[in-house]
């Protein structure tokens, strides 16, 4: 069995605003890693043209997120951080992986059906062949493990599949086996609009989400004016059942506050949405105030921000090079 370093890769797309959704869901939990493991985060910029950006807001919003990662205490000392499109190991790896995969697996993957909806005909290509290029991603770098929501869980037993198969067609046992970091509670931020709707960057309400270049007062205000019901507040989260809102708005103190949804629930127990959502906005000011200016400062300052991209484009190429070299002579390609 060939042993690999403990390695985690994530991604984010550029593709709209980042989100208090991104920040809770995923960006956050990176930071306790970066100690433990050799860490990777990628802006994923191919992702985010399977379905149609504009090139001046692609632009910016890859420096957006790759900001957002370092307000939110992504060590550019301590994680290799960069935009897929730059490292050419990714494009290439998913080509191979387009020819591993099988047609009937991507058949079955619902955020394909999710996204293209009605009208597969007319979706890219690149929409259908998502999860090849995701599994590029990890696997160009050997990667062992994902920190990922549970919406992308398919995804990455797809990658799983893909490993699999690669190293039982060429018989090596060349990619691990890469196991999926879940992280406590999981953090499913919902809008806050519709408690049953995932808090997202494409929602036309701008009142559903908070976004990370949202200043103090705008983040206060949207609190303010989430939806809740009229109830009070009961003593577990078991009894919050059908009130899919109120759920919400109670993991997401939890998460800002990094304590259990039980235990806040029960400390507000009796009391009504009024003052909890006073709490509530006070609490996310405190929690995000400091990391949206961050942002806000870093994106002033593009120099700073494109060389520590360039930079992470160089140490990512310098480790996927060498992997991809071998993944060619696996497959059969000539070295002239
Ligand atoms: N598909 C992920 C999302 O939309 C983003 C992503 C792309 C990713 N490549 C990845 C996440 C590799 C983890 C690992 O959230």
Request: net charge negative; hydrophobic share 40%.
């Amino acid at each position: 069995m060939t042993v690999f370093k403990q390695r985690v890769f994530s991604g984010v797309q550029p593709s709209g605003n980042l989100t208090l959704g991104n920040y809770l869901g995923a960006i956050k939990n990176w930071v306790g890693l970066q100690d433990t493991y050799e860490t990777i985060f990628c802006v994923v910029d191919l992702h985010a043209i399977t379905t149609w950006q504009d090139p001046d807001i692609l632009r910016n919003a890859t420096r957006e997120v790759a900001a957002g990662m370092i307000a939110s205490g992504v060590d550019p000392k301590k994680s290799i951080i960069f935009n897929q499109s730059q490292v050419s190991a990714h494009a290439e790896l998913a080509w191979i992986f387009n020819c591993v995969a099988r047609m009937g697996w991507l058949n079955r993957m619902t955020q394909f059906k999710e996204k293209a909806g009605k009208n597969r005909e007319r979706a890219s290509v690149g929409l259908y062949v998502y999860p090849d290029l995701m599994a590029a991603d990890i696997l160009a770098y050997q990667a062992t493990h994902v920190p990922v929501g549970a919406d992308q869980k398919q995804h990455l037993e797809l990658t799983r599949d893909i490993a699999q198969k690669f190293n039982s067609d060429y018989k090596v046992d060349f990619f691990p086996e890469v196991e999926p970091l879940i992280f406590g509670e999981a953090t499913r931020v919902m809008s806050l609009r519709d408690g049953n709707a995932k808090m997202s960057k494409s929602d036309p309400s701008e009142n559903s989400r908070i976004n990370l270049t949202d200043d103090r007062d705008l983040i206060a205000k949207k609190i303010r004016k989430a939806r809740t019901d009229s109830e009070p507040l009961p003593a577990t989260m078991d009894d919050l059942d059908g009130r899919a809102e109120a759920k919400n708005l109670i993991n997401i103190f939890a998460a800002l506050s990094d304590r259990k949804a039980g235990e806040v629930c029960a400390e507000y127990e009796g009391k009504g949405f009024a003052d909890f959502k006073r709490d509530l906005a006070d609490l996310s000011v405190e929690v995000l105030g400091p990391i949206t200016e961050e942002m806000s400062r870093l994106m002033s300052e593009k120099t700073y921000l494109d060389d520590i991209l360039r930079d992470g484009v160089h140490k990512a190429d310098e480790l996927s090079q060498p992997i991809l070299r071998q993944i060619h002579d696996i497959v059969g390609f000539l070295r002239p």
